[in-house]
């Protein structure tokens, strides 16, 4: 089992900065993709971004390309999301998420940390 604990949300301003970041613990096997998701009040979860093992390929939705980076530390067992130019659409429950590489869906899953942009 895969435990991931995110931190990092809290209250931030229309055009300001956050980084959310997610620990891993647990049975982590190398080759994983991590990532988030989101889900803003009355609309379905969306993807937001993940990364492959080697950091080496990232993957971003439409509406967060341009000012969302999502990097992660393997030696750590971290993954993070800078978050820039926030806008008030962006305010959401943040979902860290975590596969092993082989997997087409996410099967691991925080308990999420909230982002609330204020416009």
């Known amino acids: 089992q895969v435990q991931l604990v995110e931190s990092g949300g809290g209250l931030v301003q229309a055009g300001g900065s956050l980084r959310v970041s997610c620990a891993a613990s647990?049975?982590?096997?190398?080759?994983?993709?991590m990532g988030w998701f989101r889900q803003a009040p009355g609309k379905e979860r969306e993807f937001v971004a993940d990364?492959?093992?080697?950091?080496?390929?990232?993957q971003y939705a439409d509406s967060v390309k341009g000012r969302f980076t999502i990097s992660r530390d393997n030696a750590k067992n971290l993954v993070y999301l800078q978050m820039n130019s926030l806008k008030p659409e962006d305010t959401a429950v943040y979902y860290c998420?975590?596969?092993?590489?082989?997997?087409?869906?996410?099967?691991?899953w925080g308990q999420g940390t909230q982002v609330t942009v204020s416009s």
């Open positions: 647990g049975r982590i096997l190398s080759g994983n993709v």
């Open positions: 990364i492959d093992w080697t950091g080496g390929r990232t």
């Open positions: 998420v975590l596969k092993e590489g082989w997997r087409t869906n996410y099967n691991y």
